[in-house]
């Protein structure tokens, strides 16, 4: 083999790792950024829904579900999320984008924070798959009643990094 072609395979080779490394960085602090994104809206949205006077006095009610459920899907729709579930402090759902899912368990594990009165960002499988979620604790007379917990499916998010992937990639 030629000095020239030796050269010329050898600037090739460096310039493709070169692309793969700026690729794999890239999509890291992208996926990074999304994640964070998404996680924060997700946690504003679960912390307006906790402050709503509607939900707070549905908890009261003899039939939650039938005051929270119109809010709630409501909401998920406008703001694009694919799911919020509100539960009490048994995780008994009175919301979830499945009605046949209202009055069974909460799925995750992720509310222990939340009934101690936090806000959380989490990462977490519900029925739904693998998600973000924004968690957010309702409060009633100063004591937790319940929880809100608004996400995004990580699948979406990684969809959303292959497309923007793509479109720098071209």
């Known amino acids: 083999m030629r000095l020239h072609t030796k050269l ?38 679960a912390q307006s829904i906790s402050n709503m006077p509607d939900i707070q006095k549905a908890f009261s009610s003899r ?17 694009g999320a694919e799911f919020i579930v509100i539960g009490n402090r ?31 960002i989490s990462e977490s499988i519900g029925t739904l798959g693998p998600s973000l979620r924004g968690k957010a604790p309702i409060f ?10 608004v996400g995004y499916l990580q699948t979406d998010i990684e969809k959303e990094v292959a497309k923007i992937r793509r479109k720098i990639f071209i």
């Not at 950024?33 to 924060?40: D, I, Q, S, V």
């Not at 039939?63 to 703001?79: D, F, H, L, M, T």
């Not at 009633?140 to 917990?149: C, F, H, L, M, T």
């Open 90 to 120: 048994q995780e008994i759902r009175y919301s979830h984008p499945d009605p046949n899912r209202l009055g069974q368990k909460m799925v995750g594990g992720d509310n222990e924070r939340v009934f101690k009165g936090e806000s959380v």
């Open 140 to 149: 009633s007379n100063g004591k937790v009643i319940g929880v809100v917990s």
């Open 8 to 45: 010329m395979l050898g600037i090739f080779i460096v310039i493709i790792l070169i692309g793969g490394i700026f690729e794999l960085t890239f999509k890291n602090i992208m996926e990074s950024n999304l994640k964070h994104e998404k996680g924060t809206k997700a946690l504003s949205v």
């Open 63 to 79: 039939n939650p579900s039938a005051i929270i459920q119109p809010i709630a899907e409501k909401i998920r729709k406008q703001v």
